[in-house]
């Protein structure tokens, strides 16, 4: 019988070199902690702290990963062990030792074949490198921009407008029909879409929460469309864009072919009554997150299928925080 052990990071490093003293220390950049050269090394590095990741800056978050699974082989971010807990960005200073989550779970693993070795932290849910903090010295808060698509460039973000075809024209009349149930007010046409009502599978308090975030929030960004609303009333007076996500860096041939392949589809649909919205949209899913403020109101789509029978499921969500605006 196997048994599963939650392990620690500090745990994993428990062989390694008790602590980081100012004489073992080396200053590090975040190109040099993430390429291997590192690991096992203490290092003083400077950067942003949220939640259990350490990024460079505000750009960081939307360079993509070279490893499927490892947002740190974007270069520009680790995965960040430590006794304090940042839910809102903020700027640090800290010194600790790198590690690779795949080498701390095989150390632990090859301790003991009858347990089961499952990682805690950055490490439970991702691969790549970390930083396991001796000291975090907090530099102040840090205030993370949302990158506008002139600012970002190609190599930032993880959407891009579908192409012109099948989907996306299946995928454009469903987000009228969604926009047009908004403006119409048509509260069981949207729980129905959201996968509510007598016939739906989802539980009634996810539905309510999308339901109201599109029709009730006063502040919310999808008001400018409802009912009786300025924009929403005037015809010609709404953008709507459908991106897709654009294919990762570490796609191979096998990737391409099951893309080709799949039965079903996935795009998120923007909407915007701002004039000249081609500037706004948002680059990286992230970002379409429908947080008060945002100049667009987005929503996924669901196609189940290809073809015009396809079935389309919608979810509409907003995140408690995200990137400022620009």
């Known amino acids: 019988m196997s048994l599963l052990l939650f392990a620690t990071l500090a745990t994993a490093q428990a062989a390694s070199p008790a602590g980081c003293d100012a004489s073992s220390t080396q200053a590090a950049t975040f190109a040099e902690a993430t390429s291997g050269s590192l690991d096992g090394a203490c290092v003083t590095m400077e950067g942003i702290a949220i939640g259990r990741v350490l990024v460079e800056d505000d750009r960081a978050r939307y360079r993509l990963e070279r490893i499927a699974n490892d947002p740190t082989s974007s270069g520009a971010a680790l995965g960040f062990y430590a006794s304090a807990d940042f839910a809102e960005p903020t700027r640090v ?3 600790g030792r790198i590690g690779d989550c795949a080498s701390a779970q095989a150390a632990l693993q090859a301790r003991d074949s009858n347990v089961i070795v499952m990682m805690t932290g950055y490490c439970h849910y991702a691969l790549g490198r970390f930083l396991t903090a001796t000291a975090v010295e907090p530099l102040g808060p840090a205030r993370l921009r949302r990158l506008l698509p002139a600012s970002a460039g190609e190599d ?12 996306r024209s299946r995928m454009t009349a469903e987000a009228n029909r969604f926009l047009d149930a908004i ?13 509510g ?13 999308s339901l109201a975030l599109i029709l009730d929030t006063e502040n919310s960004p999808f008001a400018p469309f409802r009912a009786g609303a300025g924009a929403g009333a005037g ?24 893309q080709t392949r799949a039965t079903g589809a996935d795009a998120i649909a923007c909407f915007s009554a701002r004039p000249g919205a081609t500037g706004l949209w948002p680059i990286d899913s992230k970002d379409a997150d429908n947080m008060a403020g945002r100049p667009y109101a987005c929503t996924r789509i669901h196609l189940n299928g ?3 029978d396809a079935r389309a499921s919608f979810g509409t969500f907003q995140s408690q925080s995200g990137a400022d605006e620009p």
């Open 93 to 95: 200073r800290v010194t």
């Open 156 to 167: 930032l973000g993880n959407l891009a407008p579908l192409g012109e075809g099948e989907v």
């Open 183 to 195: 403006r119409s007010g048509n509260r069981p046409l949207l729980v129905a879409m959201h996968g």
């Open 197 to 209: 009502g007598p016939d739906g599978r989802l539980a009634a308090r996810s539905v309510d929460a």
């Open 235 to 258: 015809a010609g007076t709404i953008s709507m864009e459908i991106f897709g996500w654009k294919p990762p860096l570490w796609a191979d041939a096998g990737w391409h072919d099951q």
């Open 306 to 308: 290809r073809g015009e």
